[in-house]
């Protein structure tokens, strides 16, 4: 998959190539502003970029919606739908049949953390089991390509490294092609074959870092050398964006 | 804390220090010192006992006034002439005639004001420069004194049920539309974001997303709506009618039978009663159905 994305009206975006090949875990890192979450909307077809564009698989995807799976922020759960009929409002949406959808969508619920709560409105979840149920409705919606904005970001650190396990085993287990944004340096390079770390004014992409830790990955790789030169590097080129910005607005 | 060291302290950039000698210079005013107000609740049948006596004293004093001649019973009619014609007005009159005529215009009104002011609400969803068209029109008919047109309606629909049905429907149909639209503008940007995300059709995105969430506001202006359709369905009576419990009222009025206007009023006050708390048991029900 490879997109070019560019340049808004008031430049939100300069122009950007970014390259992701099938089946890898890609994050975006970057201070707020940087323009993430409008590359995520040109790519989800939310947004038409002015000029650019979106290729999926070699094919033209500039402002078509329902080609990519996108989870926002917010979990945005139906408060008065069950679990299980959330899960399904993707394929529900593209004309599967009700019982198919559930049919399919329940054995995934059991396997991936959501046994007994099939039934239960989302009001009576932790927010950790509505950001699963949210990422399952995400994968339901059998794109190859999914979007995630920062998933884990409103949760709390002991629920968040559990999260990034579970999305790692959902990520191997179905093999979708992955592209991740997060403020969290070091879970963009735990989970990620490949960082990008962007900066602002206009948002655009500074370096792109692999990450050549063999997965899978113990927790314990956060504190190989490896991993550390990575996350400095990081932080440095973050720095650097922040101390630009500052400049210009100076 | 001495006021002495101050000037050398200064400047030096102790600023703390200089405040803190400064407010030892202000004597502090002496605080009251109050308990934390408690109150203590009642039990719940002497709540009803201080309820039903002072309906008891109200109707005795009442009573004993109008006989006594303190209380002017031409004016005010008095308890035991009320109750009289309560049961002549069940037993001779008309009664369960003018009152089914109020209950059917009330009812009426109130399921077409209410059905018809929730879909105009949602309709405005579709169309943004609709609904910036339609705007102005909403708010001239929310603020227009409806009643005032009362007149006008009685002789555009006639004497019978049909003007009656039309002023509750004019009163009603406006507060569902404010409130389904103000349902419509609260709808979550993000939430039509992530149907759209997933290929979702705009007749998708409403059926699914914008009915369901607006729903509970429509069903919370069921309460608000039965009291204007009542309100709506007396006035017509009022102003030209050959039934109803209004006409009644009114009738009643001019022929200076106190007694009965008390009457009349009250029953159709335990009209009102009946249709509020079944509509709040409809809309405690719905809410359930609804899951928010």
Known sequence: MSFKTPVGAFEALAPVTLNISQGRFVSLIGPSGCGKSTIFNIVAGLLEPSSGRVLIDGADATGTIGRVGYMLQKDLLLPWRTVLDNVILGMEIQGVPLRDARARALPLLRRYGLAGFEYLYPSALSGGMRQRAALLRTLLFDTDVILLDEPFGALDAQTKLQMQEWLLQLWSDFGKTVVFVTHDIEEAIYLSDEVHVMATRPGRIVESIPVAIARPRARSATLTPGFIAIKERCLALLTLAHHASLEAAA | ?292
Request: proline share 4%; glycine share 8%.
């Open chain 2, 1 to 292: 804390m001495t006021v002495q060291e101050t000037p050398h302290v200064a400047g030096v950039g102790s600023g703390r220090e200089t405040a803190r000698s400064q407010s030892a210079q202000w004597p502090r005013p002496a605080k009251t010192v109050r308990r934390l107000p408690v109150q203590k609740d009642w039990p719940l049948w002497a709540i009803v006992a201080v309820q039903i006596g002072i309906l008891v004293a109200i109707i005795g004093l009442w009573q004993l006034g109008a006989d006594d001649g303190w209380i002017d019973g031409f004016f005010w009619s008095k308890p035991s002439a009320i109750f009289a014609t309560l049961i002549t007005f069940f037993t001779e009159g008309d009664a369960f005639t003018d009152i089914s005529f109020t209950f059917r215009s009330t009812i009426i009104g109130f399921v077409i004001g209410t059905t018809a002011g929730s879909m105009l609400g949602l309709s405005f969803w579709w169309s943004r420069n609709y609904a910036a068209i339609a705007q102005p029109y909403v708010i001239c008919f929310e603020s227009l004194p409806k009643l005032a047109l009362a007149p006008l309606v009685i002789l555009v629909f006639g004497l019978g049920l049909a003007s009656k049905v039309a002023i509750a429907t004019a009163l009603t149909v406006i507060v569902s539309t404010l409130t389904t639209y103000a349902g419509v503008k609260a709808v979550d940007p993000d939430q039509e974001k992530l149907f759209y995300s997933l290929g979702a059709s705009r007749m998708q995105v409403f059926r699914k997303l914008v009915v369901p969430f607006c729903l509970p506001w429509t069903i919370s202006v069921l309460r608000v709506n039965i009291g204007l359709a009542l309100t709506g369905a007396v006035v017509g009576e009022f102003i030209a009618s050959q039934h109803g419990l209004g006409r009644q009222i009114l009738y009643a009025g001019q022929t200076y039978d106190i007694a009965l206007v008390w009457v009349a009023v009250l029953v159709l006050s335990t009209l009102a009663i009946v249709m509020y708390v079944t509509v709040s048991w409809l809309e405690s029900v719905l809410r359930k159905g609804v899951k928010q």
